[in-house]
């Protein structure tokens, strides 16, 4: 699909993506921080193949997930310091209705006007806001060897 951004990047050889669109890649799901969030963190969780509802997910995709979601989670609230983490799914803005699962940290620090669906707001920001792609990588790096030993302890 020329026109989906996640299948886009989803053809690249996952060794050809910067560490911060890799952070986890099983053949079913990968995880990118997302590029446009003031957030650090901010996960995105992607299928491999494209669909457009979670209703079209094979039943190793949907076991895959549950699992691959609970590690995400864990690994913010361990290397970022989350008090948890918000999980949304909408796919409805231009070039990206392939499923993108968000998995965004609730840090401590978070302020009020941020919490719950307000936090969306941190995609709204300026670019020079951005969080930057050496902060994405070094969170990426962090958190890839967390994600395959949780995931792989989640699923024995």
């Not at 951004?5 to 669109?21: D, K, M, T, V």
């Not at 995105?44 to 094979?58: C, I, K, Q």
Request: contains cysteine; glycine residues 6%; charged residues 25%.
């Amino acid at each position: 699909m020329t026109d989906c951004y996640a299948c886009q990047h989803n053809l690249r050889e996952p060794s050809a993506l910067p560490s911060r669109e890799r952070v986890y890649d099983d053949g079913r799901w990968r995880v990118a921080h997302a590029f446009t969030a003031a957030l650090l963190g901010w996960m995105v969780v992607v299928p491999r193949r494209h669909v457009v509802s979670m209703a079209e997910l094979t039943a190793g995709e949907a076991t895959a997930l549950g699992p691959l979601l609970t590690a995400l989670s864990r690994g913010l609230e361990r290397i970022l310091g989350a008090r948890k983490a918000y999980v949304a799914f909408f796919a409805e803005a231009e070039g990206f209705a392939h499923v993108h699962i968000h998995v965004v940290p609730r840090l401590a620090d978070l302020p009020d006007d941020r919490r719950g669906p307000r936090v969306f707001g941190y995609l709204e920001q300026p670019t020079d806001q951005w969080v930057g792609e050496d902060d994405m990588d070094r969170v990426a790096d962090r958190l890839r060897p967390f994600l395959a030993a949780e995931v792989h302890a989640l699923t024995r």
